[in-house]
């Protein structure tokens, strides 16, 4: 756990990077949204509220754009890939695909990657027909939503609820404020 004192420097660190350029505003406030302290401490009374409930936090956190939604999804997604390889789903080997050319677009949002993942989320959609339980099929398609976040925007309230719903809210919580924290803090 942090000290007080630690939280101060680190909020000063933010905001000196927010001065410069560094930082944005809005990841500033994804940070705190996401509860990260040195975000709450440096915003102070701006800081956003974070709100308990699961659907209310990813509406604000959707709020921020298609690319913090596309985040979310790819978490999401792969926080579910085991529910498949657990099961021994023929699916998880294109549900794999699929996550990982989700994960590739958001580190090269070029062109020639997304025809890529367009091409693993057919794949993925075609293999989720397969699956046999309600959390392989919740699984399949999450993960075939995550290669299909570099051509179309999709808000990730519901995602994010049925990946809850699948495996716990407090869990896809945890991997949500993780994945958002190493990408705003880069």
Do not use: N
Not at 152 to 168: H, K, Q, R, Y
């Amino acid at each position: 756990m942090a000290s007080d004192s630690d939280v101060v420097v680190k909020a000063s660190k933010l905001l000196r990077r927010v001065r410069r350029g560094d930082l944005s505003r809005d990841r500033l406030e994804i940070l705190a949204l996401i509860d990260y302290p040195p975000a709450v401490e440096a915003l102070g009374a701006e800081a956003p509220s974070v709100p308990r409930d699961m659907k209310r936090w990813i509406k604000k956190l959707d709020a921020y754009g298609p690319g913090v939604s596309a985040r979310m999804i790819v978490t999401c997604a792969r926080l579910l890939l085991p529910v498949l390889v657990e099961a021994g789903a023929a699916a998880a080997t294109e549900a794999d695909d699929a996550v990982r050319m989700g994960e590739a677009w958001l580190e090269d949002p070029s062109e020639a990657t997304a025809r890529t993942a367009l091409m693993a989320h057919s794949r993925a959609v075609a293999a989720a027909v397969q699956v046999r339980t309600d959390a392989e099929e919740t699984a399949a398609l999450v993960a075939a939503f995550a290669a299909l976040v570099p051509t179309t925007p999709i808000p990730a309230m519901d995602i994010v609820a049925d990946t809850a719903d699948t495996l716990s809210a407090e869990a896809v919580r945890r991997a949500v404020r993780r994945d958002l924290a190493r990408w705003a803090l880069r």
